[in-house]
């Protein structure tokens, strides 16, 4: 037994080399895919993790998406009127894309203005993604969804987007009527006060709407001027609307200018409805009054111009720090000269101790 011993184990020994030998090599060769497929499976695994905490958010805060075609570099302005944002905010989009978060902790509508100054609403929700998708050459005909509320108003858009004023103004109605106190429907109504029904021009006494003026592309003013009821520290506001291209509104914008060179008691604010940027700044030129202006080059096209029926230039519109009409017309020295005086000597009276 003894001497079978070292013969069987240098039988086995010696038969098995070669067959460990190449097991040594195949496992060599094979253990550098081994890893390399560790590694994609990782990676994958990493990558499906960042999409998926990519397509969430937390609790307590409100995200937007946008992916656009034909619209691959741009600036937005965002928005909101009731709490969602204390500031008007700057989207980029980089390659057609963006994406936005924000703090959120009670529901809030937003309201985007695009490089061409069409609006669109979004309504947002703690928690809630929101996907905007569409043609940049189309902007009137985004899809908007994410959750109930932004599926239905963009179902609603799409499907009287090329309805007349009237027929529109119909289709809200009955909406409402359908949907009482929904919240598209409540912001189809207030949209539907905003455009003034019939295209009417406001009154005298009557409240000026919410007013959102965005800054142009002539960069005179980086910041987005609210004019709204209810506004803190806010001062009696004159909107004057003329043009370059009309000698009489430029003629009266000069002496409205005079006229409210030394005032600090009104905030006037210009609307130009110019379409040349050199003929506008040109116009400009050397003046010390402070005030806002706006000139989107838009014509008759400027939203303001639209949402206020505004329909010859020069126009007024003076009203109170309440945002009350006090005044308005197309004369300067008939329809406002006298409102001014009034209302500049009663808030005198009212600050002398």
């Known amino acids: 037994m003894r001497s079978l011993l070292p013969s069987l184990t ?35 695994f990493l990558f499906l993790l960042f999409l998926f905490l990519s397509a969430c958010t937390d609790s307590h805060s409100f995200r937007l998406r ?15 009127t009731d709490g969602g944002l204390a500031y008007v905010d700057t989207i980029h989009i980089v390659e057609g894309q963006f994406d936005w978060q924000v703090p959120l902790d009670e529901e809030a509508t937003f309201y985007l203005i695009f490089p061409n100054f069409s609006q669109q609403t979004v309504f947002a929700r703690p928690g809630d993604v929101i996907k905007i998708q569409g043609d940049g050459g189309q902007l009137r ?6 959750s109930p509320d932004n599926d239905e108003l963009t179902r609603f858009r799409l499907a009287h987007l090329g309805d007349r004023p009237d027929s529109l103004r119909q289709a809200i109605e009955r909406y409402v009527k359908e949907n009482e106190g929904s919240r598209v429907s409540l912001h189809l109504m207030r949209q539907l006060t905003q455009q003034r029904k019939d295209g009417s021009r406001l009154r005298v006494g009557e409240v000026l709407p919410a007013i959102v003026l965005p800054p142009d592309s002539l960069q005179a003013s ?20 003329w043009a370059t291209w ?5 003629d009266d914008f000069y002496l409205v200018r005079k006229a409210l060179r030394q005032n600090k008691e009104l905030q006037p604010v210009s609307i130009s409805l110019d379409y040349n ?26 939203p303001i111009v639209q949402q206020l029926a505004v329909r010859d230039i020069p126009y007024y519109i003076l009203a109170d720090a309440n945002r009350r009409v006090i005044a308005l017309g197309s004369d300067w020295k008939h329809d406002l000269q006298p409102a001014v005086d009034s209302l500049l000597n009663s808030r005198k009276d009212v600050q002398r101790p």
């Open 66 to 80: 946008g992916d656009f075609q034909n619209l691959r570099q741009a600036d937005l302005f965002i928005y909101s």
């Open 277 to 302: 940027a050199s003929t506008y700044a040109y116009s400009l030129r050397a003046d010390s009054i402070d005030f806002d202006r706006r000139c989107y080059r838009l014509i008759w096209d400027t």
């Open 222 to 241: 980086k910041d987005t001027l609210f004019i709204r009821p209810k506004q803190k520290d806010a001062r009696p506001v004159l909107l004057f609307f």
């Open 141 to 146: 005909a985004l899809s908007i969804k994410g």
């Open 10 to 44: 240098v039988g086995v020994g010696a038969s098995s080399l070669p067959s460990l030998a190449v097991g040594a090599r195949v496992g060599a060769s094979f253990l550098p895919h081994v890893r390399g497929w560790v590694r994609v499976l990782g990676a994958g």
């Open 246 to 250: 009309k000698r009489s509104s430029l």
